[in-house]
Every structure is written in structure tokens, then in C-alpha cells.
């Protein structure tokens, strides 16, 4: 019998705890027996309890308790009819998960889909358990199918001539529809399961009938309004909830487009394909196979916003933004709350909840919680406000809990008072309402994610309404709080001074040469509009009728457009001082020849109009008040910025117009794109514009002041969104944020390092590989963070709480809770086995000392590590300059894409007659000679051959991987004229395309002087044949490669890592004055490198004068291996390392035979 076959009959028959053992123990899990459970161990770290229950309640009451190691819980029906597993929370603040099934499904089904998750659990991996509440099947079939919808309603509407006008509108419409179908699932829509089939069946006779009869009399005079005609409901039905919020206000596009129709065909079908998912306003409720609930709408939606962005937006998974978000307001709170707190000192927020005294809870309400600004820069769909609604919801739901239970009436009244919440009458949707209307704020370049974003608000508020559509208070309007703009290009603060001494725009024109604090706009009452924007606001966003609402709105919109074309012409003024331009060399555009490309190039100016800037300071100008400088700025920013680089990509582009794109190479898509052109010069106009707003942007992030720590290299958003929010933090504000690895390892980053550790303290830094697929679409060796940061200018941190390398939400939880008990017992880890001993928490002064130049962070794992690294760190960094011993230069020489033209094929050079060496291995014509080009790929350990091209291109290209013995040939794909003809000796070849997963990390050989290289390499030269071959030994060595894999960032061995090894280094005046360590170290390399004549002249050097490749390189693989593994010997005890560090050292290369390592340790204990 099969074994899901077997699964299937045991759950079927299962009538005690015992039958249910068996099906454990038939997936091979270890089984222990409680009194009333069972324990199923899933590792050595976690396991799940498994128990019969009477009621549901007790379901959710273990799920809520913390039990150590214990990952979740199966709770089985008392009449084993319903299996629930449930993955451990607190209701309403780390949300609570179920995946449910019943044995009628199992029963009627052929292959039950939970058959089939029950398999895929085993021993040792976690990620199968945690795999049970993953959605993504789902998601991915409701997602393909509403994005085909989408489509079909853009295409169906008429009245609005602009494309991007009536895209947004498709959006809005979607959005009231799936907020409706919700309200609908719970009756709440004249008390009908079916309300919306019926009223097409009634409206859909005439032409476009359902939207201009029906669907804007239920929009417009029904759900935002309380009192109704009679038409009204004889059309809408007596029992439909009065709702008001902007969802149902008429919109902008709305009042702009007077004659907008839509067809009753495309309603049809959207309803056929609402009406196949079964709808749960509940976040992650029960994992019906066929459910739809707003967590996994929010997935949905930020795939669709994707679609509209140019690249580097990934989804958060909910484990993470959901932990990102609680631990970063806990920590936000409950440091606040301790400060006022004269009773003593609490471990967490509830505790002081718990055990304050009104006089406590008060100030507590009315200074910290109540008035916490929460923001998001590039909120999307709205994940991490809509966290934040529960998580805040949670402390508000704890405090009415000690209130009622403890009649503290004096805090009571405070709350209930006008604009507050009712402890007793509807409090999770009152509490809500409220927190949604005082605390968050969001903005987001695309217009349809400021919508999405307020759906999923407004459906989490009515998550807590009861069953009865009367009881449905009105929504609040949050139009201006959630908002549209580029969060990047805008003024943030605006100083009381802001406007003084702007020329005006026609003084601009006739006085270009003139001074230009000739002729000064008259901002007249600008601040004035600004404060009495502000009251228009709070006015608005709890205004009940519909009509007083769309004229607060309107007079609020003619103020923001007043003030927002004061703010622009000082923008383009500084864009005019900042001498902001685009680039003038564009790839596929002959800029010499195309004289139409050159005058748009010369002629182009960046306008506001493009740049769409969010000006925080006009926008959210209560929370950003020039007023108060010490209270201004926001508490709290949660984000996950996007993590493209700003710059053109041409395989974004054009891959829609020519598929294969992504593997051309670069000859092959230049003619493709000039083919392209030709047949369409609209789409070189397309690109041209493109690459001109996007190179002109990033002259602007280079050149402002917005961005004092952007840092060299390329502009990475994430940079400058994390930059951005420190800005926007008022001190002792807190940031969370999920981000690259970069962060605390590229060079790029270091100014932001210093910023971080200058300026603020580190709560924790968690380290993830995507090992497990966190982020789809990101590759699995992709590392990112967690961060949670508190402003602190006047007392900065003085270590990063971390832990590198982790993979799950349970790594996360483990190392946190170590962080936790850590802080609250103050012991030695080594004293407690419960302790993760991943977590670390490293003082600044040694990130200082182990990269002074760049502040880069190391991965470290283990308190091990951090002993090997301090005894390595004795050694000088190779970057440091030494008098009397031997140095470093380091360089990098052919760019792939910049430098493409200078390479030849060998299809080439045959066309231009040229005749191919084999004794020297080059390509000859007359005098011109062409030497091989060489790649990452073609490098190994001592190895200049370790690949050779057969056919093809970019990622398409085929190599042939070969290791000795070999043939002698270097075949390279491209060939180029030397650039260093004199060149004599030989330098080192490291390749920088690598990363901490591989093999191994550090390849590096010689190759003569005269060689070329393309960018995937680096060159480093000590000018020194007997230094370069002792240094490759060090980079090739496990102990360097240990060091570096602590150290690198992502798969780039670049400059900053190289710099920084710690390097033992002999002096330059010969093999004489080295250690016998040292000497052999050299010898055995040159044994290893010298294995072809192209190094004869390297080997004399060091045997002598009759030395070659024949008599002294070695090329059968056995003995290379073993002068390897002396080497590796060797190289360990130059850095004094004992057995134990050098077998850990060992056993963190996982994919290292262990033949290998064993053959290591043997040489070791020889040299003792």
C-alpha cells in the first residue's frame, strides 16, 4: 500500500490518540506520550503537541502560550472529525495560523490536497511544518486569474481617454467590488449570501446598466450615506450598512470624467470568479484549499503592483513582517513605558499594562500610545500598516482589558471621550477605527498601491465587527494619509525660512545672469494654508455626511495643489543649482551620429511633473511640523524598500518586444535593438525618454543634499529609502526595515554603517539566506536582513545584537528569544544549553577594528568564530601599507559591457585572416596579436584552464568544466589585443563572482602579465614573484577562505573584503629571509601554478635555472591534492591555529569531501 494511501486509512479510522501515534510513526517522526497528548519531536529544537478537544477556545488558548521548543499544535476534534494544526501566537498581535481539514473531505476525495501535506512532513525539517500554512498554490490561482479580469474591466471601460487614468479606476472599482464581497460572505449586505448575482440578474437589460443604475446608486447614495431616499433602497434593499470612508466617496477620476460607462459583460464574469473562492474577512484565517481572506489579497495585490514596476519589489513574507513590526513597536513602547513607570521595572509592555497605576496607564495612553505616528515610505499593498493596525490594536485591547477589570474610571473617560473608542460596544473595530485614524501613514510611488492599501485597512476594521450589518459604524476617511508620491524626491522638513528668497519664475526668465535673489515669489500665506490644511484634515477624516466630506476634500485638494506648485518651482530651482542632467551616453543610441537622439539628450530638462515628489512636509505636516523641531518626525517607519539598482536595464525593456534578449550577447542584441528601431521608432523613443528620466534621476540622488550618505558605487534604492527614513525619525523614533545584506557589507554601505552607528543604537540585526525561498523569484543564495534601529544621536549603541545564516521563521524566534532571555537574566551563553548559540552580540569596537575603513560586519555563527577571527585579526590587513615587507595592488582591467567592442571571437579573427599560434596559444596577423580574454569561469584554485568555451552566449553559453590531467589550450570565448605587451612576471587572478554557499569561495592562480581579464576577475599584484606565489597559497588556503566567508557580501569577493585579510607577510629582500613555512609555501604553489611553458621563466626562478613545467609542475590530481592539503596545513599554522579551531574551520565546508578534510588534518599533525 501506497503511503499516502496508508496515511489516508488511518486518519479515517483514527479513534484515540494511539491511531494517531501511527500515523506519525508512519512518517518516521519520533513519538513520546503525555497524559493527554502526544509530543512529535520534528528536530532536535522543536516539536508538536498533539491532543483531543471539546472546545474551540482551547484551541486558541494553547496556540497563545509560549512553550519552549514547541513549534505548534494539532488539535484533533473530539469526534475526529476535525484536524487543526495551529502555529503558536497571540491572537491580535502575532497572528495566530490554522490549516484545517475534515475526514468528510478526506473521505470524498481521490487526492486530498492534505494527504499530500501530511507527506511532505519529515523528520529534521522543520520547513515541512511550516510549509502546512503556506498559501502560495492558492494564491498563485486566484492571482493569474484576477490579473486576466483586470484586464478585461481596463478594456471595458469607456469615458476616461487617459490609459493610466482608467487603469487606476479598473482598480478602484476591483477594490470596492472585493471590500463588498467580504461584507457579503457575512450577510452583511440585506442579510444576502448572494446579493451581488441577484442584482445583475435584475440590472443587466440595457447597456451598461449594472454600473450607471445600480452600482452607483449602492456606491454614492447608499453605502456612504445614512439616510436614504426611497429610490435609493428600492434599488440597493433595506438592510445595506452605511459605511462612509473614501473607499465610497466619489473619486478624484470620478469627478474628473463626468460619462464613464463600464460594460454588464465584465461585472459577469468578475462575479463567476468571486463566486468559485469562499471569502474570509479574517487575516490568515483557516487554510481552506478554496478560501480567500485579506492576508492572501495583500499577496495578490503586491504581485499585481509588481507588474507595474520596473523590478526589485518582493513580497514580505508575512513571518517576517509580521515579527519585523511587533518587535520593533514592543521595543518602541515598552522603552517609553519604563521611563514613566515609577513602580518598578517590567519585562514587556503587557506586564506594565498589567501592574501600573491608572495615574501610569494614563500618561501611558495619552503620550505613547495614543499619539505613535507610523509610517511607511513604500507601503504597496499595505503589509506593514496593516501589522501595525493589529499590533497597536493589541496594547489598546490589553489596556481596556485592565480598565474593565480594575473600573478605572478616570482613564475610561479619556478614552471614551468624542473621537475615541468604547470599551463595551463593538471595541475591536472601535479600537481599530481608531488606530487607523491617529497612527498611520503611507506612501507609495503607484496611485493603486494608496488604494489597495486603504482596502486592506478598511478591511481589517470590520475583521471585528459582529454579524449585523447596524452595528457596521461608519469607516473613517484616511484619503490623506494614505498617500501617492516619490517618497525620494521630495522636501521633508519645511523650516519656518523654507520659502524666503526663491526667484520667481519670470524673474528667472529675463534675469538668468542676474543675482538669483532678484525677484522673490510671494508665498504670502503659505504657513497659514498649511495650518489651516491641518484642521481641514482632522475635520475630514471623521466627517459622516458624504457631501460635507467631498467639500472638506476638495478645499484640502486646492490648498495641496497651491502649496505643492510652490514646493515644485523650489525643487526645479534647486534641480537648476544642483545641475541635475541625464547621461549622454545610452546604450543602443549612437550619440555621435543620431543627430535627433543628441538634441533631446542636450535638450532635456528633469521636471517635477516626472519626478511626482511627496513633499512630507506639506503632506503629513502635522506629524512633520516645523513648529516643534524637537517633536517633529515620525515614531516609528516599517518598510521593505525596493531593492533594484536606479538604472536603465535593457533586459527589462526589451524583453517584451524580443524574447530571447536576456541571452544574446552583446554584438548579438545590438543588432537586435538597431532591427528593432527600425521597424519602430516610437519604442526608440520609448527607450531614449527612459533612460533619460532614469539617468537624470540618479544625477539628482548624486548631486542633492537629500542624501549625504548614499555612499560610491551604484545607486541602490534601498540606500537611499533607508537613508530617507532616518530623516523622517524624530529622535528616539525606531526604524524596521527588511533589506539587503549589503547593508553590513558592501563598501557602498559604509557611510550608512557610520550613520546607524554614530547616530543611533542597533536593537537586532538578522541575517537570512533565502536558502528556503522567503522572497520567490529571489535566488536561493540571495542574502537580506532585519533591522530594527532606534535614533539615538546623543547615546549611540555600542554593540549589533545579530545572528547570521538563519533560514526560517524559527531561526528568527530562536535567536530573538536568546536575545530576550539574555537581556533579562544576564548570563553567559556557554552557562545555558536552551541559549541559540547563533546569537551574538558584537561590540562596535571590534567591527572597527577588523575593518577599520569599511565597518563591514562579519557572518559570524558562533562565539568560536569570533576567537578564531580576533586571533587571525593579529595579522596586518593586506591593504595596509608596510614598510619593508612586501605590498599590494590591487586593480581590475576589461569590462564586459563598457569595453565589448575591443573583443574578437574566434569566428572573427578567422574573417580577418588572422592564424592561431598553438605553441604560444594566441592569434596572430602581421604584428597584431590577440591573447585570450579570460572570465571568472575560465579560474581555479591554481588553476589558469578550468574551463574552456565550446558555443554559445551569456547565460545560455556552454563550458567545458575540466580538471587535470588536461588539455594544455586556454580557450576563452573572446580574444583582444594586449594591453601590457612589455609586461614581464606574472600577477594573480582572484574571481569576485563567488559566494560563502559554494564550494569554495577564494580561486585564485598566476597568469603572466601580458593576460587580460574581464570584470568577473580582480588583479592583484605584489610585484613580487615569490610574494604573489605565497599569497595565492594564503587566498587558495581554508583558513583565508574561512575568514572570507565569514566577510563577503552576497557573491562579490570585492575590493573592500580583499583589503581587509588579515595577511602574515615576510619581507621583499628573498626566499632567504622567510620562514621555512613561508619558503615551502611558495615552492609547493609554483609546483601547482607551473603547469604549462607559458610559467618556465617563474619556475627557474624559484628551483633554478634548469626548472620547467615538465620537470617541476605537477599535474597528476592525486598529487595535487596532497600539495593542497600541505599547503592548507601549512597556511594553519602561519596563523597558530589549535586543532580544534582548524577542524571547525574545516567543517564549515559542508560540500568538501571528506576525504579531503581528513587528508588536511593528517598533513596538520605531521608539521607538530
Not at 483557516?286 to 504581485?303: A, K, Q, R, T, V
Not at 534647486?574 to 539628450?601: H, M, Y
Not at 541559540?836 to 555563527?861: A, C, H, W
Amino acid at each position: 500500500m501506497a503511503r499516502a494511501d496508508r496515511i489516508k486509512e488511518i486518519i479515517l479510522n483514527s479513534k484515540s490518540l494511539e491511531d494517531v501515534a501511527t500515523l506519525f510513526q508512519e512518517l518516521k517522526f519520533s513519538i513520546s506520550q503525555e497524559t493527554q497528548s502526544l509530543i512529535v519531536e520534528i528536530d532536535e529544537n522543536s516539536y508538536i503537541e498533539v491532543f483531543v478537544y471539546t472546545d474551540n477556545s482551547e484551541l486558541i488558548k494553547r496556540a497563545g502560550q509560549h512553550v519552549y521548543q514547541r513549534v505548534g499544535i494539532l488539535g484533533i476534534s473530539k469526534n475526529f472529525e476535525e484536524w487543526t494544526f495551529l502555529r503558536k501566537g497571540f491572537e491580535d498581535k502575532i497572528r495566530i495560523q490554522k490549516y484545517k481539514f475534515k475526514r468528510t473531505d478526506i473521505r470524498e476525495n481521490r487526492n486530498p490536497i492534505a494527504i499530500q501535506r501530511l507527506c511532505d512532513l519529515k523528520p529534521g525539517n522543520i520547513s515541512g511544518f511550516e510549509d502546512l500554512f503556506e498559501r502560495k498554490d492558492i494564491s498563485n490561482k486566484f492571482y493569474k486569474e484576477f490579473k486576466k479580469q483586470k484586464i478585461e474591466l481596463i478594456n471595458s471601460i469607456s469615458g476616461i481617454s487617459d490609459q493610466w487614468d482608467r487603469k487606476l479606476y479598473a482598480q478602484i472599482l476591483l477594490d470596492r467590488l472585493i471590500f463588498l464581497f467580504f461584507l457579503q460572505s457575512r450577510n452583511l449586505l440585506n442579510e444576502n449570501p448572494r446579493y451581488f448575482a441577484e442584482k445583475y440578474r435584475d440590472y443587466c437589460k440595457r447597456k451598461n446598466e449594472f454600473y450607471e443604475t445600480f452600482l452607483k446608486e449602492l456606491f454614492f447614495n447608499a453605502l456612504c450615506r445614512k439616510e436614504r431616499e426611497k429610490h435609493t433602497l428600492t434599488i440597493v434593499g433595506n438592510t445595506i450598512p452605511y459605511l462612509n470612508g473614501g473607499l465610497f466617496l466619489k473619486h478624484e477620476i470620478e469627478e474628473k470624467y463626468l460619462k464613464i460607462q463600464v460594460s454588464n459583460e465584465s461585472f459577469a464574469a468578475i462575479f463567476q470568479f468571486f463566486e468559485s473562492w469562499n471569502w474570509n474577512v479574517n487575516e490568515r484565517s483557516d487554510s481552506d484549499e478554496d478560501s480567500i481572506d485579506p492576508y492572501i489579497l495583500g499577496y495578490i495585490f503586491e504581485n499585481t503592483l509588481g507588474d507595474n514596476k520596473s523590478g526589485g519589489v518582493y513580497y514580505t513574507p508575512s513571518s517576517l513582517s509580521e515579527f519585523l513590526t511587533d518587535e520593533t513597536i514592543e521595543e518602541h513602547i515598552f522603552k517609553k513605558a519604563n521611563g514613566i513607570s515609577a513602580s518598578g521595572f517590567y519585562k514587556n509592555t503587557e506586564e506594565f499594562i498589567n501592574n501600573s497605576t491608572e495615574s501610569e496607564l494614563i500618561i501611558f495612553f495619552e503620550t505613547i500610545l495614543s499619539p505613535i505616528k507610523i509610517c511607511d515610505p513604500a507601503c504597496g499593498s499595505g503589509q506593514f500598516l496593516v501589522q501595525s493596525l493589529h499590533s497597536l490594536s493589541y496594547y489598546h485591547k490589553l489596556l481596556s482589558n485592565r480598565i474593565l477589570k480594575s473600573n478605572l474610571q478616570e482613564i475610561r473617560a479619556r478614552i471614551e471621550k468624542p473621537k475615541g473608542y468604547s470599551l463595551e460596544r463593538n471595541p475591536i473595530y472601535g479600537i481599530r477605527r481608531f488606530v487607523a485614524s491617529n497612527n498611520l501613514y503611507g506612501v507609495d510611488i503607484l496611485p493603486e498601491a494608496a488604494e489597495i492599501t486603504k482596502l486592506r485597512l478598511f478591511l481589517a476594521m470590520v475583521e471585528g465587527i459582529e454579524i449585523s450589518s447596524d452595528q457596521l459604524e461608519p469607516l473613517p476617511n484616511i484619503d490623506f494619509h494614505i498617500r501617492s508620491g516619490d517618497s525620494l524626491t521630495g522636501f521633508l522638513f519645511l523650516p519656518e525660512d523654507f520659502f524666503d528668497g526663491l526667484p520667481s519664475q519670470s524673474s528667472k526668465a529675463k534675469n538668468r545672469k542676474e543675482s538669483p535673489s532678484i525677484g522673490v515669489l510671494d508665498f504670502g500665506d503659505a504657513p497659514s494654508k498649511m495650518a489651516r490644511k491641518e484642521k481641514l484634515i482632522f475635520l475630514y477624516t471623521n466627517e459622516n455626511d458624504p457631501d460635507k466630506a467631498l467639500q472638506l476634500r476638495s478645499e484640502i485638494r486646492e490648498i495641496d495643489l497651491e502649496l505643492q506648485q510652490v514646493l515644485n518651482q523650489r525643487l526645479e530651482h534647486l534641480l537648476s543649482e544642483w545641475k541635475v542632467k541625464p547621461k549622454k551616453k545610452i546604450d543602443f543610441i549612437d550619440e555621435k551620429k543620431d543627430l535627433k537622439a543628441i538634441e533631446l539628450i542636450n535638450q532635456f530638462v528633469l521636471r517635477t511633473e516626472d519626478l511626482k515628489p511627496f513633499h512630507y512636509g506639506m503632506e503629513f505636516s502635522t506629524v512633520i511640523h516645523p513648529s516643534y523641531p524637537k517633536e517633529a518626525g515620525f515614531d516609528i517607519i516599517l518598510m521593505n524598500p525596493p531593492w533594484e539598482v536606479w538604472k536603465p536595464n535593457s533586459q527589462e525593456f526589451f524583453e517584451s518586444y524580443i524574447p530571447q534578449f536576456r541571452d544574446l550577447d552583446k554584438n548579438e542584441a545590438r543588432l537586435a535593438v538597431a532591427t528593432l528601431f527600425k521597424k519602430n521608432a516610437k519604442i526608440k523613443d520609448e527607450w531614449l525618454q527612459h533612460c533619460l528620466n532614469l539617468t537624470a534621476t540618479g544625477d539628482l540622488f548624486r548631486n542633492s543634499d537629500f542624501f549625504p550618505n548614499r555612499g560610491s558605487g551604484d545607486i541602490n534604492l534601498y540606500k537611499l529609502f533607508l537613508e530617507r527614513a532616518w530623516h523622517l525619525l524624530k529622535e528616539e523614533g525606531s526604524l524596521g526595515i527588511v533589506i539587503p545584506s549589503g547593508l553590513y557589507s558592501d563598501l557602498g554601505c559604509k557611510d550608512l554603517r557610520k550613520m546607524l552607528f554614530t547616530e543611533g543604537k542597533i536593537n537586532f540585526l538578522y541575517g537570512f539566506e533565502n536558502s528556503k525561498a522567503l522572497f520567490e523569484n529571489v535566488h536561493r543564495s540571495f542574502k537580506f536582513i532585519l533591522l530594527s534601529a532606534t535614533k539615538e544621536t546623543n547615546g549611540p549603541g555600542k554593540s549589533v545584537p545579530s545572528a547570521f545564516m538563519l533560514h526560517s521563521e524559527q531561526d528568527l524566534r530562536s535567536v530573538h528569544q536568546t536575545k530576550k532571555d539574555m537581556q533579562t537574566i544576564k548570563v553567559e551563553k556557554s552557562n545555558i544549553s536552551s541559549l541559540d548559540k547563533r546569537f551574538l552580540d558584537l561590540p562596535i569596537n571590534l567591527i572597527q577594528k577588523l575593518s577599520p575603513d569599511s565597518l563591514s560586519l562579519m557572518e559570524f555563527k558562533s562565539d568560536t568564530d569570533i576567537s578564531i577571527v580576533k586571533k587571525m585579526a593579529k595579522f596586518p590587513r593586506l591593504g595596509e601599507e608596510l614598510e619593508g615587507k612586501w605590498n599590494v595592488k590591487l586593480s581590475s582591467e576589461f569590462h564586459m559591457t563598457n569595453h565589448a567592442h575591443l573583443f574578437m571571437t574566434k569566428e572573427q579573427l578567422l574573417k580577418l585572416g588572422a592564424k592561431y599560434d598553438s605553441e604560444m596559444m594566441i592569434w596572430k596577423k602581421g604584428k597584431e596579436e590577440w591573447w585570450p580574454l579570460y572570465e571568472g569561469r575560465m579560474i581555479s584554485q591554481y588553476d589558469h584552464r578550468a574551463a574552456g568555451y565550446i558555443s554559445g552566449s551569456q547565460r545560455s553559453a556552454i563550458w567545458d568544466y575540466c580538471d587535470f590531467p588536461k588539455n594544455r589550450e586556454v580557450r576563452p570565448h573572446y580574444w583582444i589585443i594586449p594591453q601590457w605587451k612589455n609586461g614581464k612576471g606574472y600577477k594573480i587572478y582572484i574571481c569576485v563572482v563567488t559566494a560563502s554557499s559554494n564550494k569554495r569561495t577564494g580561486l585564485a592562480t598566476l597568469v603572466n602579465r601580458k593576460e587580460s581579464s574581464g570584470n568577473s576577475l580582480a588583479v592583484i599584484d605584489t610585484e613580487n614573484a615569490e610574494a604573489n606565489l605565497y599569497l595565492t597559497a594564503i587566498i587558495n588556503s581554508f583558513t583565508l577562505d574561512y575568514y572570507v566567508r565569514l566577510r563577503i557580501p552576497g557573491n562579490n569577493y570585492n575590493q573592500a573584503v580583499i583589503f581587509d585579510l588579515p595577511t602574515p607577510r615576510f619581507s621583499t629582500r628573498g626566499l632567504e629571509t622567510s620562514t621555512k613555512y613561508e619558503s615551502k609555501l611558495i615552492e609547493l604553489t609554483a609546483s601547482l601554478v607551473g603547469t604549462t611553458n607559458a610559467f618556465n621563466q617563474l619556475l627557474q626562478e624559484i628551483f633554478g635555472p634548469k626548472a620547467n613545467f615538465a620537470t617541476h609542475g605537477v599535474t597528476d590530481p592525486r598529487k595535487r591534492q596532497k600539495i593542497k592539503n600541505q599547503i592548507d596545513a601549512i597556511v594553519a599554522k602561519i596563523y597558530d591555529l589549535t586543532e580544534e579551531e582548524f577542524q571547525h574551520i574545516l567543517s564549515t565546508f559542508p560540500l568538501v569531501e571528506n576525504e579531503i578534510k581528513e587528508g588536511v588534518m593528517e598533513e596538520w599533525r605531521k608539521l607538530n
